[in-house]
Structures are given as C-alpha cells and as structure tokens.
C-alpha cells in the first residue's frame, strides 16, 4: 500500500502533529509514507521530519496553478494507491489534480470551518469567507472519502456543505501517554523555579496558538474581572506562536494592566513538560475541530476548564473532569477559575478522572489501529 499524503505545512497545529503520529505508526508496520508540503514552516514539525528521513516534496511553485502541475507530475510519478490532504489548501489542489489523473483522494475534516462565529472576527472578510465556502462546496464532489474527526465536525460539513452522511466517516485523534506523568513532582518545582515562583503556586496553563478562534481575550477578560478575588499565588502560563490576534493581545495587556502573574512563552517543544507540572488546564476557544491539547491535557492528568461548545462536549465530561462556561463568556469563565483555584480536592478529583477518560477513549496507537484499518477497507 503506498500513502501519499499532502499538507500545507509541516506546522505547529494538532492536524500537522497528528499525521505525524499516524507516520510513525505506519512506518512501524512496513508502510513508508510519502509526503507533499505547500511551503516550508520554521516553526513546528518540519526539522523532526526531515532527521527521521521520511521523504518529503516542498513544492517549488507558489500560486495554485503551478502547483497543481507540479503535484499531478508528482502523483502520477510516485502513483500512490491513496492521496491523503490535509487542510483546505491541500484539499482543493489535490482536487483539482482529480481532473488530470486518476487516483483515490481522502481527504482529513479537521476544523468547524464555517461556523459563524468566525465572522466575528473583524480580520476575516465576510465576501472571503463565502467564496471559500462555495469554492469548497463545488469542488468536495471530486473528493472520494472523508475523515471528520469529530461526529461535530461530520455535522457541520453535512449541514454547511451538503456532503453525504455516507462519504464522511469519523476518526478521533488520538496521543501517547505522557511519558513525563512520573516526573510531576520534579517537574512542578523545576518549572515554578524558571519562572521564579514559589514551589505552591497555582500554575493555569493556555496552549494555542495566537489566533481570534482561541480566546485568548476571552480568558484575560475573566482574569481581569477575578484578579482582586484571588488569595492565593496563580500564575496564568501561555504558549504558542504569535498569530492575527497578538496584535489585539498587546493592546488589552497595554490598556488593563494586571496585577496577575502572566506568563507569555510563545511556542515550545516542551509543552508534555509543562502539562505535567500545571494545576488546571484552560481552554476557551470560540469553535474547535477537536481541540488535541485538550486530549494531552488528560493524558497529563489535568482538569479542565473549557467551552461549552458541541465539539469538546465530545473530548470532555462536564462535572467530571472538566467545568465548561458559555463560549465567550469571560464572566462565567472567571467563575470557573475561581471554583477550580479554591477547590483542591475538585482538581485532584477531575485531573484521575481526566487521565481515566484519555486511556479509555484517546489512546493513539488505537486510532492509528483504525486509521489503517479505514484505508485498508478503502482499497477493497
């Protein structure tokens, strides 16, 4: 069997880590994967999968017109039994190529794309987001297959997109087990320490990139509006890459100067370590496809605090490991984190429960096991 997969980027997202993980797994069984990149990333993957000698193809042309050529050229050279992409750049040039060549085209659901609240951003141009929409409506008949990965993500691609029920089928995404969980202890003190805080501090980690969709102003609203409650040490720990909403993040911090430990340590390649050494993972994002930090915050054993949106009702369990408030709402956010800082025995309580509920129902090797069998399945 031979994969082709193609990817925007080799970046920093969980759709670029997750096919990486689903790479590994494959190689493990023989099968060697061949991948095409739209255009290098300094930041994320790409460096890891260069030095583990996968082949990769950076295509050479920048407009969609020269690198569909450029990737027909390639498909037809390599001739993979099945064409993976990934993401609406990927997905629409592999399309395209569907009318040069023949081939079996899966292609990855791994966002809400549509979902209206994105035009709340004000970066985001209402006639682009509608041409889009309509481009990728009158072009998705060329795709054969779809993996959602989330029954939310299916929902919203049948309801927005008119996609048959039966061309999507849904595969969560999946991690390893945390292989830092016995070093928390360790971990708590040498993590507090680089910071300069004291070994009891209360440590509420954000993971995500600095986009309009993760919320970040969302959770600086709700640390504004508790910070005078809180009697004991909390530091609010940050990471990922600057994105379209670092701009609006800088004006909030200028204009609400916080008295609250706030910590900006942009992207990292040791976020496993610092899940581990956090008390309370928080995750307010306006619209998700999955949200895999989510999955590595209960591999880490963490309790959650996150959107009461449809999709991360299917990765949490309200009032058990995690509280959710309603999207957008830094008020009822706010509330959340005050139950979650002053209750000790409820974050105890929710972080095994969270470590319970990843192992019965994230465990990658599992979801690699039912990717393969998909595309096994595929071929018949």
Same mark, same amino acid.
């Given at each position: 069997?031979?994969?082709?997969?193609?990817?925007?980027s080799?970046?920093?997202?969980?759709?670029?880590?997750?096919?990486?993980?689903?790479?590994?797994?494959?190689r493990s069984k023989?099968?060697?994967?061949?991948?095409?990149?739209?255009?290098?990333?300094?930041e994320g993957?790409?460096?890891e999968?260069?030095q583990k000698?996968?082949?990769?193809?950076?295509?050479?042309?920048?407009?969609?017109?020269?690198?569909c050529?450029?990737?027909?050229?390639l498909?037809?050279?390599?001739k993979?039994?099945?064409?993976?992409?990934?993401?609406?750049?990927?997905?629409?040039?592999?399309?395209?190529?569907?009318l +040069?060549?023949?081939?079996?085209?899966?292609?990855?659901?791994?966002?809400?794309?549509?979902?209206?609240v994105?035009?709340?951003?004000?970066?985001?141009s209402?006639?682009?987001?509608?041409?889009?929409?309509y481009? @990728?409506?009158?072009?998705?008949?060329?795709?054969?297959?779809?993996?959602?990965?989330?029954q939310?993500?299916?929902?919203?691609?049948?309801? #927005?997109?008119?996609?048959?029920k039966?061309?999507?089928?849904?595969l969560y995404?999946?991690r390893?087990?945390?292989?830092?969980?016995?070093?928390?202890?360790?971990l708590?003190?040498?993590?507090?320490?680089?910071?300069?805080?004291?070994?009891?501090? *209360?440590?509420?980690?954000?993971?995500?990139?600095?986009?309009f969709?993760?919320?970040h102003?969302?959770?600086?609203?709700?640390? +504004?509006l508790?910070?005078?409650?809180?009697?004991?040490?909390?530091a609010?720990?940050?990471?990922?890459?600057?994105?379209?909403?670092?701009?609006?993040?800088?004006?909030?911090?200028k204009?609400?100067?916080?008295?609250?430990k706030?910590?900006?340590? @942009?992207?990292?390649?040791?976020?496993?370590?610092?899940m581990?050494?956090? @008390? *309370?993972?928080?995750?307010?994002?306006?619209?998700?496809?999955?949200?895999g930090?989510?999955?590595?915050?209960q591999a880490?054993?963490?309790?959650?605090?996150?959107?009461?949106?449809?999709v991360?009702?299917e990765?949490?369990?309200?009032?058990?490991?995690?509280?959710?408030?309603?999207a957008g709402?830094?008020?009822?956010?706010? #509330?959340?984190l005050?139950?979650?800082?002053?209750?000790?025995?409820?974050?105890?309580?929710?972080?095994?429960?969270?470590?319970?509920?990843?192992?019965s129902?994230?465990?990658?090797?599992?979801?690699?096991?039912?990717?393969l069998?998909?595309?096994?399945?595929?071929?018949?």
């Amino acid at each position: 069997m031979k994969i082709l997969y193609v990817l925007d980027s080799l970046g920093t997202g969980g759709a670029e880590r997750s096919t990486a993980d689903l790479w590994y797994y494959l190689r493990s069984k023989g099968l060697e994967p061949t991948i095409v990149v739209l255009r290098h990333r300094t930041e994320g993957i790409e460096k890891e999968i260069l030095q583990k000698g996968f082949q990769v193809f950076f295509l050479k042309g920048k407009g969609i017109a020269s690198q569909c050529s450029e990737l027909s050229l390639l498909i037809k050279k390599i001739k993979p039994n099945i064409v993976h992409s990934i993401l609406f750049k990927s997905n629409l040039r592999v399309r395209l190529c569907r009318l +040069r060549t023949k081939f079996i085209h899966v292609e990855s659901l791994v966002n809400c794309t549509y979902d209206r609240v994105r035009l709340k951003d004000p970066r985001i141009s209402i006639l682009s987001f509608y041409y889009y929409k309509y481009l @990728d409506h009158f072009t998705s008949v060329l795709t054969d297959k779809f993996l959602a990965i989330t029954q939310s993500v299916k929902t919203h691609y049948v309801n #927005e997109q008119d996609i048959p029920k039966n061309k999507i089928d849904v595969l969560y995404r999946g991690r390893d087990e945390n292989p830092f969980l016995p070093q928390r202890n360790e971990l708590r003190i040498n993590y507090r320490r680089e910071l300069g805080l004291a070994e009891d501090t *209360i440590l509420v980690l954000h993971v995500g990139r600095q986009e309009f969709q993760k919320g970040h102003l969302v959770l600086l609203t709700a640390i +504004r509006l508790i910070e005078t409650k809180i009697d004991k040490p909390v530091a609010f720990v940050f990471l990922g890459r600057k994105g379209n909403s670092s701009p609006d993040i800088s004006t909030f911090l200028k204009e609400n100067p916080s008295q609250t430990k706030l910590y900006w340590l @942009d992207h990292r390649y040791d976020v496993e370590q610092w899940m581990i050494s956090s @008390d *309370i993972f928080v995750f307010p994002s306006l619209y998700e496809g999955l949200g895999g930090v989510l999955i590595e915050a209960q591999a880490a054993s963490l309790p959650v605090i996150c959107s009461d949106i449809p999709v991360l009702n299917e990765v949490v369990m309200r009032n058990k490991n995690a509280l959710m408030f309603e999207a957008g709402n830094g008020q009822q956010l706010g #509330e959340c984190l005050m139950d979650m800082i002053n209750n000790k025995d409820k974050r105890v309580q929710f972080g095994n429960y969270s470590l319970h509920h990843f192992r019965s129902k994230f465990l990658l090797h599992d979801i690699n096991e039912k990717t393969l069998a998909f595309y096994k399945q595929l071929l018949k």
